[in-house]
């Protein structure tokens, strides 16, 4: 069974930064992709951010230049660097993890902008 755990998530005020961690334990083989959503209230899950195991970036174009996704291969965590929050961030923020036969996600951690 894997289990991947978010943390990072608060209240800030616009303008501000948060780091969100997620990490992935239990039957750990071969973790390719490994991405970040959101989901605002009354609205559906959108893909915010996503790193390959090698280390490629894409992004959602209302976070470009404002946050950073990355990953430890060897911890099996994938970060989300958020810098110049603005209240349309808030949202709760899943992660998840890419296997060759299954994708598994987070609880989810909520992220509160305030403006």
């Known amino acids: 069974q894997v289990r991947l755990a978010e943390s990072g998530g608060g209240l800030v005020q616009a303008g501000g930064s948060l780091r969100l961690s997620c990490a992935a334990s239990?039957?750990?083989?071969?973790?390719?992709?490994m991405d970040w959503y959101r989901q605002a209230p009354g609205q559906q899950r959108e893909l915010v951010a996503t790193i390959t195991r090698g280390g490629s970036t894409k992004y959602a174009d209302s976070v470009k230049g404002r946050f950073t996704i990355s990953r430890d291969n060897a911890k099996n965590t994938v970060y989300l660097q958020m810098n110049s929050l603005k209240p349309e961030d808030t949202a709760v923020y899943y992660c998840?993890?890419?296997?060759?036969?299954?994708?598994?996600w987070g609880q989810g951690t909520q992220v509160t902008v305030s403006s």
């Open positions: 239990g039957s750990i083989f071969s973790i390719s992709n």
């Open positions: 998840n993890a890419h296997f060759p036969t299954n994708i598994y």
